[in-house]
């Protein structure tokens, strides 16, 4: 059964360091999402992402962050400069589209902690 | 804005019995939908069961069941016959079916539940 996979598993980097946060959605889907929870913390919506732009970010998603996809399979997030308040569980989703229906099926994260 | 609360940071089951997750959101619009995933322990996420809010009739997936209260605004997760493998955090979520909103795509979570089923 296809599934969204996300690399790194865990990234640990030092502060005022970017990072890529890499994801490879489901071949055929169209929409793609990140969400990041906080320990302890609800999962919080990102950015949402579709034909090659973004349709809707959240309060969170600054200037520090982009979204690319690359190469048509991998879907990335960017932090440009890392703050220690970054520490955080990070999902990618992804579903075929938006219609009554289609589901957002989510990868394992990425565990990012900065020191 | 659009807000889930998941009022149970944990719940435990023995196997074989029943078990029901609240949750409840707050929203002003009059069409959506309800979700519930689960996230066993260094998992991904999966959908458990999905309920639209135009339908007055539950969701019912095997031993999942919802109780959907549009008036009260609570969404809550019968597990039926609990196994051990429904250990797991388990999230309420919620998400417009405005097209014309800008909040269309995004999942709003509540807090979660770890739900701990004991053999």
């Known amino acids: 059964e296809p599934e969204v996979t996300q690399t790194p598993s865990h990234q640990v980097t030092q502060m005022g360091q970017e990072v890529i946060l890499r994801c490879v959605p489901i071949s055929n889907h169209l929409y793609f999402y990140w969400y990041r929870q906080i320990l302890g913390q609800k999962v919080e919506f990102l950015v949402s992402f579709y034909n090659n732009e973004i349709s809707e970010k959240s309060e969170i998603f600054d200037d520090q962050f982009s979204v690319e996809r690359p190469d048509g399979s991998n879907f990335t997030l960017k932090i440009r400069s890392t703050k220690l308040e970054d520490s955080a569980m990070y999902f990618c989703?992804?579903?075929?589209?938006?219609?009554?229906?289609?589901?957002?099926?989510f990868g394992p994260g990425t565990r990012l902690t900065v020191l | 804005a659009q807000t889930v609360t998941q009022s149970q940071p944990e719940m435990s089951v023995q196997e074989a019995e029943t078990v029901t997750l609240s949750c409840t959101y707050d929203t002003s619009e009059s069409d959506y939908y309800l979700f519930w995933y689960k996230q066993p322990p260094s998992r991904q996420m999966i959908l458990v069961i999905r309920?639209?809010?135009?339908?007055?009739q539950n969701a019912t997936e095997n031993r999942f069941s919802v109780n959907f209260q549009k008036a009260a605004k609570s969404f809550s997760l019968k597990i039926s016959d609990s196994q051990l493998g429904d250990a797991a955090m388990y999230f309420c979520a919620y998400r417009s079916a405005n097209i014309w909103g800008t909040s269309y795509g995004k999942l709003t979570f509540g807090q979660g539940t770890i739900l701990t089923v004991h053999p």
């Open positions: 989703a992804s579903s075929e589209a938006l219609k009554r229906g289609h589901e957002q099926f």
């Open positions: 309920q639209e809010a135009y339908k007055q």
